[in-house]
């Protein structure tokens, strides 16, 4: 819907459906979208008695594919491999106009090729979606935050020429992060604990950062102090995960004491 609204759009659409088995998001979804539907589970929703919609959003499971994950795929062991089927069972079923797939780049890696494949072959749903795909990170896009994710598009072929191709969109710098970021107000900010890992990454990467040329007191340099290898990115933010929610995230240079 912020999409939508970006575009303009938001008059004349309405959100027709959620499913988020989080109790958190959900809440919030409600809160903030208000769908006329709610189901907190996409593998027992009655597909066959849900509505029609001329666009079908999914963003479904990344860590059975995540580079980050334990990499099983289909026999991810707590089922996330398999939720694919759910959402394609509601486009062969309701035929969506139009429908947007989300996931990890590493699902087009080559080691889940034929997976992949698997998954384009079977959301052509035997011709009658015309496909395209495509590898963005939302740091070409406006965003300052390094995240790379495939995209999947269908269409009804019906809607479209024999020859017709997605016009991916163009790319744009990303905006300044500052402006994503609480004001500067000299307060005491949370450090990592000592003796840490957190605490030792983050001397290394700012022994690094002066032989880089950087001043990193008045410049954004986000180190990701908490990864197992430490990183950092000027006025970028590495993949925010939800994993870094839980550990404070990323450390900003110009925010800390």
């Not at 939720?83 to 969506?96: N, V």
């Not at 269409?155 to 163009?170: G, H, K, R, T």
């Not at 744009?172 to 402006?179: L, S, T, W």
């Amino acid at each position: 819907m912020v999409a939508l609204a970006s575009l303009g759009l938001q008059d004349g659409c309405r959100l027709a459906f959620c499913c988020e088995k989080d109790p958190t998001a959900r809440l919030f979804l409600r809160r903030v979208r208000n769908p006329s539907l709610f189901f907190e589970d996409i593998t027992t929703r009655p597909v066959a008695d849900m509505p029609a919609c001329d666009l079908y959003v999914v963003g479904f499971p990344c860590q059975p594919w995540s580079v980050a994950g334990l990499n099983e795929g289909n026999q991810d062991r707590q089922g996330r491999g398999q939720i694919f089927e759910h959402l394609l069972e509601y486009i062969r079923t309701k035929s969506p106009r139009t429908f947007l797939l989300e996931n990890v780049k590493g699902l087009t890696h080559k080691t889940n090729a034929q997976v992949f494949r698997n998954i384009l072959h079977a959301l052509r749903c035997d011709g009658r979606y015309a496909l395209s795909w495509q590898v963005l990170n939302t740091a070409n896009y406006g965003i300052p935050q390094n995240r790379e994710r495939v995209y999947i598009i269908g269409i009804l072929a019906s809607m479209v020429s024999d020859d017709y191709a997605f016009p991916w969109p163009s790319p744009v710098p990303p905006k300044p992060i500052v402006r994503f970021l609480d004001a500067d107000t000299g307060a005491a900010r949370t450090q990592p604990g000592a003796g840490t890992l957190a605490e030792r990454q983050k001397a290394q990467l700012l022994r690094k950062l002066p032989d880089d040329g950087a001043n990193w007191r008045q410049e954004p340099y986000l180190l990701d102090i908490f990864a197992s290898t430490a990183r950092y990115m000027h006025n970028l933010s590495p993949c925010i995960t939800r994993q870094r929610g839980g550990s404070m995230g990323h450390w900003v240079t110009c925010r800390q004491g």
